[in-house]
């Protein structure tokens, strides 16, 4: 349920840089973000996972002070999105959901101009992004027209755009969104090299990226966060299950119908066996089947993986 | 200075999409061209007319105060000398004048006794505006012949003002041409604020601290260029056309300028309130082209219910339009077109405080 905004004053935490109260965001009917609290340490790289319309980037509108909150306001590094909005954007650098560049500028053109807009230093905006063109690999094009450009390379400099002014805190929105496994990998690599020295929030609904990346992830789904935590906290704690797949031979109907009265989930198909339940025994398993004139050739526990705590805590598949 | 960071990329932009920017210069000269042959020509109802009666006889007032005060079409105002009339033909509160000679009354007199007499009165107009002029002719000799009641025609002495130069058809139709021209940049004016808008681009330019009146004169400054330019073409087509400005050329540019501001001005609200490029186009389609009607650049709004000129009146191209007439026809001065001078300064500077005051309620929605 929404509450009213809490009267309670928003009290700034050094070691936070992001803390938001009751932040909550309503369209009409729907609430896109439903009474999130949520703090992100300084230099920790935070990921927001979830579906489409979950409320990733409603809720970084409301931190990018692009969108006013309904309700329940955020500190940006110690600034209230609310009170000192031109604070707050002069201490982030925002790469959006989409890949928004100025076509007919080249790519120094267009990292010039956001750190004109940031208000740097000529001097300074002139080095920082040649910098930034040689870092994201885009030298050999830095004066071509963005428009001529691919893909990868609009999303490289997407990303780059967000950093001219050096920012203690940046946010990506989607920043793999559309690219193809191999670039994902090269902008991966780019953003955790980020993550060493600047607080990075990011949003994705790729359970790779979120577990590959992330210090921690908020799991987001009908504009609430239901669960948080390391990606590994997240799939021991939220998971109370285990899953054994044994691929074997010879499995007689009687063996499979009495492991389906013992375990609570058990699935047989093409001679793959998957047996679910809260507390299984590999070796307990193995030794029957074994017993039971079944021949195997394989048998493993599989690991669980975000997709299975999404599945867990919300009843549906983060793809669809 | 962010707004000269956003200018000169909205400039870059404009002048690297080649055809975007032969669109932007051609597309209201094509439009211009087209509507002036079609509509150009003045429709009026009703003239100013000054009396200079230098005879002030029984007859002369009669004939003021009774036979061309009934004539419907026609206003009839006193001057006390020709020179007064004149300045007012100027100032554009009169478009003719009649000067009556002393001995008018004993020569209509002698007429009606059958003796021979001569009725002479003189006429001067504004030939700028061709039309008005011809009617005012055969107004006034028919008045005069019903006065008379005689059948022999009165000589109306024609004395058109050619002050300076001789004056042409383009004279008076090439003004509401241009301010025509001015009026459609209103739906060019945003496109790139709108384009922004499309793209997401101008909502990740607001994650930066640049403030809503940076964007606005960021987004205006490059549109100011074109119009600069604009304004110089129309000029120069106008004068190929056969223009010729009687008055000074710079007060007329400074009163296209202050048009352009206007409409580039209205430009920057439509596009902070639109949400999309579509909806801002049509918007601004939909604003302007009954404006351009109802401002009186093709024809003389006079004929017009006077709700509809109270509105037109509320915006800057009637004004415009007036006053660029009188420059360019009557060689009028900044005494003569110095409230709708004013009224576009006004105009202009309250058109980017309402955009800028849209455009920061449009940043947070």
């Known amino acids: 349920m929404i509450t009213e905004t809490p009267l309670f004053e928003a009290k700034p935490d050094d070691s936070f840089a992001i803390q938001t109260f009751n932040l909550t965001r309503i369209f009409g009917k729907v609430v896109a973000v439903d009474n999130i609290n949520l703090n992100v340490k300084k230099g920790e790289l935070f990921a927001f996972l979830g579906p489409n319309g979950a409320g990733k980037t409603t809720s970084i509108s409301m931190l990018c002070c692009l969108l006013k909150p309904s309700s329940g306001t955020a500190l940006v590094m110690g600034h209230d999105i609310n009170k000192s909005p031109y604070q707050v954007k002069s201490v982030i650098g925002v790469s959006p959901q989409d890949t928004t560049l100025s076509d007919f500028l080249t790519p120094i053109e267009n990292l ?24 994201m690999g885009l030298e050999d094009r830095a004066n071509d027209q963005v428009r001529r450009f691919s893909g990868g390379m609009k999303r490289r400099l997407n990303i780059a755009m967000a950093l001219i002014n050096d920012p203690p805190l940046i946010i990506l929105d989607e920043p793999t969104l559309g690219l193809d496994p191999q670039s994902r990998r090269v902008v991966w690599k780019y953003i955790a090299r980020l993550k060493k020295e600047k607080t990075v929030l990011l949003t994705t ?116 | 200075m962010s707004f000269l960071s956003i200018f000169k990329r909205t400039l870059k932009e404009t002048y690297r999409d080649a055809l975007a920017l032969l669109f932007l210069l051609a597309f209201p000269l094509v439009f211009m061209l087209l509507f002036g042959f079609a509509f150009g020509g003045e429709i009026s109802v009703n003239y100013g007319v000054g009396i200079v009666d230098n005879d002030q006889s029984e007859i002369s007032k009669g004939f003021t105060d009774n036979a061309l005060q009934s004539a419907d079409m026609l206003t009839v105002k006193n001057y006390a000398s020709a020179d007064d009339a004149l300045a007012n033909i100027k100032l554009g509160n009169i478009s ?53 009641n005689i059948e022999i025609p009165i000589t109306v002495k024609t004395n058109p003002i050619n002050i300076e130069s001789k004056i042409t058809q383009m004279d008076f139709i ?8 001015l009026l459609i940049m209103i739906p060019t004016a945003g496109r790139i604020m709108l384009r922004d808008k499309g793209t997401r681009f101008l909502q990740r330019m607001m994650t930066t601290p640049t403030r809503p009146w940076e964007f606005i004169v960021g987004y205006s400054l490059s549109m100011v260029i074109i119009a600069i330019i604009q304004v110089f073409v129309f000029i120069l087509l106008g004068w190929l056309f056969g ?123």
């Open chain 1, 112 to 135: 010039e101009l956001f750190g004109n807009l940031h208000r740097l230093p000529p001097k300074q905006v002139k080095e920082r992004a040649r910098e930034l063109v040689e870092t």
């Open chain 1, 205 to 320: 609904h790729y359970l790779e990226e979120a577990d590959f990346l992330a210090d921690r992830i908020g799991i987001i789904d009908g504009g609430k966060i239901v669960a948080l935590g390391t990606a590994l906290d997240l799939k021991t704690d939220m998971i109370d299950t285990r899953t054994i797949v044994v691929k074997a031979w010879n499995l007689a109907q009687k063996t499979i119908a009495q492991l389906q009265e013992k375990y609570e989930d058990v699935q047989v198909s093409n001679g793959t066996m998957t047996i679910t339940d809260k507390q299984v025994d590999f070796k307990e398993i193995v030794d029957y089947l074994h017993n039971s004139g079944a021949i195997i050739r394989s048998a493993h526990i599989k690991e669980p993986t975000l997709d299975d705590v999404f599945i867990n805590i919300t009843g549906k598949e983060l793809r669809e």
């Open chain 2, 96 to 148: 003719s004048y009649i000067v009556i000679p002393e001995g008018f009354g004993e020569e209509v007199m002698l007429i009606w006794q059958k003796l021979p007499g001569e009725i002479k009165l003189d006429l001067i107009y504004d030939e700028s505006d061709l039309s008005t002029a011809s009617n005012i002719i055969s107004i006034i000799n028919s008045v005069a012949r019903s006065y008379a």
């Open chain 2, 174 to 181: 090439a003004p509401g041409i241009i301010v025509f021209g």
């Open chain 2, 243 to 365: 223009m010729d400005i009687i008055g000074n050329i710079w007060l007329a540019l400074v009163i296209f300028v202050l048009t352009s501001l206007c409409s580039i001005g209205i430009g920057m609200v439509i596009a902070s309130l639109a949400k999309s490029e579509n909806q801002g186009e049509a918007l601004s389609w939909l604003f302007s082209m009954p404006l351009a009607i109802i401002s009186g650049v093709w024809f003389s709004i006079e004929f017009l219910p006077s709700y509809v000129r109270i509105f037109a009146d509320s915006f800057p191209y009637s004004h415009a339009v007036s006053a660029a007439r009188a420059i360019i026809t009557r060689g009028a001065g900044i005494e003569a077109i110095g409230s709708d001078l004013l009224f576009l300064v006004i105009w202009t500077i309250a058109v980017f405080v309402v955009g800028t005051f849209f455009f920061r309620r449009n940043m947070r929605s």
